[in-house]
């Protein structure tokens, strides 16, 4: 038996247990350079163990829905922030942990130019981006040891769109 995913849309309240939605939505918390520019504020908590905060950049090859969702990860030891260089909306698996395994996995859809930030432990998914281009700016943790942990479903799981 397949269980599905339903995409549904990427909110603040419905991620906030997984981590941070990352946008430019509302009014800036202040304006700077001579009021030319709105500074949206600290937007993420970034929680790093053991080593230090690092920009990368990953360029992803785009998925089609439905997919099968067959694995997801966590980094015990750092939060990971995820942040469009476009604005193509992109796929966001998230699921609770249940005793060190993954619960039931949730799916979002984000909206053109939201980016998240995984809590330091949170189970998720692969980046998904939908289309071209693919390219992320991406804090995460840089450090010695490893930070990796992955769990492959023992079920079929799909995602769709509603």
């Known amino acids: 038996m397949t269980e599905t995913l339903h995409l549904r849309p990427l909110t603040a309240e419905a991620f906030a247990p997984y981590g941070d939605v990352l946008d430019a939505n509302g009014t800036p918390d202040k304006l700077i350079n001579q009021g030319l520019c709105g500074r949206f504020h600290d937007r993420a908590t970034l929680d790093f163990?053991?080593?230090?905060?690092?920009?990368?950049?990953?360029?992803?090859?785009?998925?089609?829905?439905?997919?099968?969702?067959?694995?997801v990860e966590?980094?015990?030891d750092g939060s990971q922030a995820f942040l469009p260089l476009s604005q193509e909306p992109f796929l966001v698996v998230?699921?609770?942990?249940?005793?060190?395994?993954?619960?039931?996995?949730?799916?979002?859809?984000?909206?053109?130019?939201?980016?998240?930030?995984?809590?330091?432990?949170?189970?998720?998914?692969?980046?998904?981006?939908?289309?071209?281009?693919?390219?992320?700016?991406?804090?995460?943790?840089?450090?010695?040891?490893?930070?990796l942990e992955e769990h492959w479903f023992d079920r079929d799981i799909v995602i769709v769109q509603n």
């Open 49 to 71: 163990a053991d080593g230090r905060a690092g920009i990368s950049l990953f360029k992803a090859q785009p998925r089609a829905l439905p997919l099968k969702l067959d694995m």
């Open 74 to 76: 966590r980094h015990p």
């Open 94 to 147: 998230v699921a609770p942990d249940e005793n060190g395994k993954p619960g039931t996995p949730l799916a979002f859809l984000t909206a053109a130019g939201q980016g998240v930030n995984y809590h330091r432990g949170v189970w998720h998914g692969v980046l998904a981006p939908l289309s071209e281009p693919g390219l992320f700016a991406v804090v995460d943790r840089i450090g010695s040891g490893p930070n």
